[in-house]
Nanobody, 115 residues
Framework: QVQLVESGGGLVQPGGSLTLSCTPS????????MGWYRQTPGKQREWVAS???????AYADSVKGRFTIWRDNANSRLTLQMNSLEPEGTAVYYC?????????WGQGTQVTVSS
């Protein structure tokens, strides 16, 4: 089993930036298929971005060009840089990874985009 702990959420004005981090309880090198998801009340959790071990990334159309995901193997951390945030970006953001074939989720971090 692996625990994932997100941090970096908070309140930001529209157009602002935030950096989210996800720290696993094991070496990130053994975790596959890492990504970020988000969820708002009454809606299903939606995929935001993902990165594979080789470094290839993918993004939801709604965040493409504004968000950047990367694996920091040296510090064993997954990071999501969010720029030009919009009110629609308000959600709980979750980190996800796969360890030994099982999906693992963090507890989430709240991001609120509001003036």
């Amino acid at each position: 089993q692996v625990q994932l702990v997100e941090s970096g959420g908070g309140l930001v004005q529209p157009g602002g930036s935030l950096t989210l981090s996800c720290t696993p309880s094991r070496d990130i090198a053994v975790i596959r298929g890492m990504g970020w998801y988000r969820q708002t009340p009454g809606k299903q959790r939606e995929w935001v971005a993902s990165v594979v071990s080789g470094g290839a990334t993918a993004y939801a159309d709604s965040v493409k060009g504004r968000f950047t995901i990367w694996r920091d193997n040296a510090n064993s951390r997954l990071t999501l840089q969010m720029n030009s945030l919009e009110p629609e970006g308000t959600a709980v953001y979750y980190c996800k990874g796969s360890y030994r074939g099982r999906d693992c989720w963090g507890q989430g971090t709240q991001v609120t985009v509001s003036s």
